[in-house]
């Protein structure tokens, strides 16, 4: 009888440990997250997002793309607390303040845009986007010289060709002015 029970222990262990290891890790979850948005799956990429989230409630990096899927919807409120998540887990998420950057522009806080654009250079000043979108900022606010400028380099860096585009079309217009 004991050795039936000991036997069944073991097989209730490895059976947990089979499940367990079958699990998607964090990082897969994220990826499928990241493959919905590409294909515009945006209600699949969010619960990809919280199924990392739940497998690692560290993961800065899902924090941050639940938060720009959020943001893409026009879910402001949830985006705003899954990019303050991830800044919080790590301070130099560089993606996370350009992305909340563009979640102030959206709601027209234009200041607080700039502050979290100029954020995410400093952390890392060869991202390229964020001077792309520190320039559509200042365009909001009326700074034509530093939008022209910030788009200037962004032209020089990129390797994003529909961005390229866009840039060179806001600065024509911008030169046009």
């Given at each position: 009888?004991?050795?039936?029970r ?18 998607p ?16 799956e ?23 793309n639940?938060?720009n899927?959020?943001?893409k ?7 705003l607390?899954?990019?303050d998540?991830a ?26 845009a ?8 400093e ?10 979108d ?42 046009g002015?």
């Open positions: 009888m004991n050795q039936k000991i036997f069944v222990s073991i097989l209730a262990i490895i059976s947990f440990l089979l499940l367990v290891s079958c699990s890790s964090a990082e897969e979850y994220e990826k499928q997250g990241r493959d919905h948005v590409d294909a515009g945006f209600e699949q990429a969010i619960e990809a997002f919280q199924n990392a989230i739940e497998a690692d409630p560290e993961y800065a990096d899902a924090y941050n639940l938060g899927t959020y943001r919807t026009g879910q402001h409120d949830q985006a607390a899954n990019l998540k800044i919080q887990l790590n301070p130099n998420h560089y993606k996370a303040y350009k992305n909340r950057g563009k979640l102030f522009a959206a709601q027209g806080e234009i200041d607080q700039l502050a979290n654009f100029n954020q995410a250079i952390i890392n000043p060869d991202y390229d986007q964020s001077y792309y520190r320039a559509l900022a200042y365009i909001d606010l009326g700074n034509l010289k530093a939008a022209a400028a910030d788009l200037e380099f962004f032209l020089t860096v990129t390797d994003d060709d529909k961005l390229r585009e866009q840039a060179q079309e806001n600065l024509a217009e911008l030169q002015r």
